[in-house]
């Protein structure tokens, strides 16, 4: 099994930043693939970001270019840097990790991006 932790969200103007955490229970360095996905109220969850083992990336195209994801294996965390965050960005973060043919998500983190 596989226990995950996000950090990180917090209320930010238009145009400024949020890195989110992602803690892992055991080595991320034996997990296929880790996410970040995103509910905003009245919305389907949806994926924003992944991640594979040997360090392949996915973005949604309405975050390519402004988010970034990366993985630290020593720390068994993975990030979601976002920059030039917009109000519609404003959601629900969750993390998702790949172990053995299972989906694990974590409790979520809330991102407020407003004025």
């Known amino acids: 099994q596989v226990q995950l932790v996000e950090s990180g969200g917090g209320l930010v103007q238009p145009g400024g930043s949020l890195r989110l955490s992602c803690a892992a229970s055991?080595?991320?360095?034996?997990?296929?693939?880790m996410g970040w996905y995103r509910q905003a109220p009245g919305k389907q969850r949806e994926l924003v970001a992944t991640?594979?083992?040997?360090?392949?990336?996915n973005y949604a195209d309405s975050v390519k270019g402004r988010f970034t994801i990366s993985r630290d294996n020593a720390k068994n965390t993975v990030y979601l840097q976002m920059n030039t965050l917009k109000p519609e960005d404003t959601a629900r973060y969750y993390c998702?990790?790949?172990?053995?043919?299972?989906?694990?998500w974590g409790q979520g983190t809330q991102a407020t991006v407003s004025s």
């Open positions: 991640i594979t083992s040997g360090g392949s990336t």
């Open positions: 055991r080595s991320i360095f034996s997990i296929s693939v």
């Open positions: 998702k990790a790949v172990y053995h043919w299972k989906d694990y």
